[in-house]
């Protein structure tokens, strides 16, 4: 508290991330960060431009990213935005779009940041619960309601939305924007990004944290008709104009570049998860199907709450979120192979011991 | 223009940053960029920490930057507030500080951001006009208004207002917030960092991207009492948890350890400033006295716009604004002294050929 804060900031409640603790052989599976180092690619582009231009100003408008950018999705360069993380292009998005008259809906159970972006913004907004078994139901968004926002596949439970029920929701909402997060889309078959050239109502956000394992870097962006993303542009212009630096746009055009090795780990992790999901079943899990990072699953028996405790005496970091609805399972970021035969390990000899004591 | 626009977007002017041109052989002082190279070891420190860590997250506090400039300043950990530019602090700043019921006062030359804030944040502001000698006169900011911010060194006239006169504004006015912009304060000797334990109703916002010659890197910082920092983070925390990537901030760190560096350069830049302030005159040229990285002055006879253009044909790009009292003054940023001589070589040409022509 102070008296020199705005009115506003009193009113805040800001996010809370997962934890990043420094300890090492520490198994961290809470913050759905790639198991794989980034490209070598990247690497060797960021000490390129690791030199005396560091004293100039980047690019403000990073055009190199953004024609890599476009070019990659085929679209035009005036339907590219870039930011520094997700979370920042997310958070222009709310304020250049997704405040309206009408209030923004968004599904109960997603990324955690939404609302908090509307506490920020002085956005009225409307959670939607998700359906019993955790999925989205669009016939819940055909109401009064203004803007749609939500994560695809969703957090935290995995769950991807077919590509032909956004569709629908596009065609029967053309007056309204639908933001479509797609963090963790390159672990699905479910990206919107094709859908932009018909669908004026229509902003993809995606990011390079996840799937091209450049968490450290704070790239994202988001991809819709020229009209939209100038509207970005304006309140980023506003804001801070240079919002990436000099070594963010020269590793995010590598990463870009080098396919090859993004869609080898894409696959990788997507086999591993597939592969974890049916020994964690084995072990009495209840897993929802995952099209993501991370799997988000329950036990029969053991609470969650417990397990997460359990696991973190092993060193092993998952996420648990102390919400109804939520409070009985917990979100498994996946790791390499070994990480994940370690946790399968670890909790068949949790629950074995339970076993034993009752 | 869209109708997927929020309100807000249509009535945003957005800022418009000195040109970027990336043309080999130029002259580039218009920025106000340092024309020495970041410390080696800054180069180091990144590209030590250009590695597979990449694929996790930076951590969201940024303690190790904090720490190094807390310690730097002979501050406390919680009066040290890190952001992706200065640009981005300031815009936390005026959103959560400087957005108040009274007017927000600040000269009507100064750094041209700050209007633009207001109009993003919907905040109230009043500007005061600089004395006709351009110097900022503390009695003007005696009024009814609510908090102030200016730079100081102030931009573009680069005349820095007395420490002592910075003291009287704050004692006198402890209800109200001010705050200094200085972005050049290392080029002089009137930083306010000095008052930040004494006054409550002080915060200070420094950049790395002028004296430490990382523009490209993108970090600036606020230095205040504990209430005021934890209103800045309460909104970063609310905006981008994670602003800062993990080569910015280990970069920085970097950039205050090699403290020698450092002030070898920038005594560099002043004795360069110094030297070139006096023969600018020479050349029939009027020259505020600068307490930054650039000179802000005019010709006895050749209109600014004229010179500027006639720079430019030569490959030196300086800054000319089209503004009320300042468009027929060039500001021109302290380059090496080799670029510097060129300048004054051409100037003296383009100069001559007038003189001969008329």
Redesign the interface.
Known sequence: ?????????HS??????GE?P?LENLI?LN?N??????SPK??EA??KA???????????NGLGLKQTIADYYDLDLNQVFIG??S??VL?HAF??????DQPLLFPDISYSFYP??C??FGINYQQIPLRADFSIGIDDYQSEGG?VIFANPNAPTGLALDLHKIAELLEQNT?R?VVIDEAYADFSEHSAVGLVQRH??LLVVQTL?KSR??????VGFALGQA??I??L????????????????LA?AVAAFDDDAYFKKHCSMIIDTRDRFSQELKQLGFEVLPSAANFVFAKHKSKPAKDLFEDLRKEAIIVRYFDKPRLDNYLRISIGTDKEMQTLLNKLGLILNQDNFST
């Open positions: 508290m102070s008296r020199f804060w705005s009115k506003k900031v805040l409640k800001p996010y809370v991330p990043q420094q961290k913050t960060e790639n198991p794989y180092a980034p990247v690497l960021i000490s690791t030199n005396e231009s560091l004293r100039k100003y980047p690019d403000p520094n993380s979370d920042e958070g304020q250049a779009l997704l405040k309206q908090v972006y506490r920020l803007a007056d924007l004026a109502n944290s394992a450049l968490a450290g870097l704070r009209d939209l100038s509207g542009e304006r309140v980023k212009n506003s804001f801070h104009p240079y919002a990436l630096d000099s070594l963010a590793g």
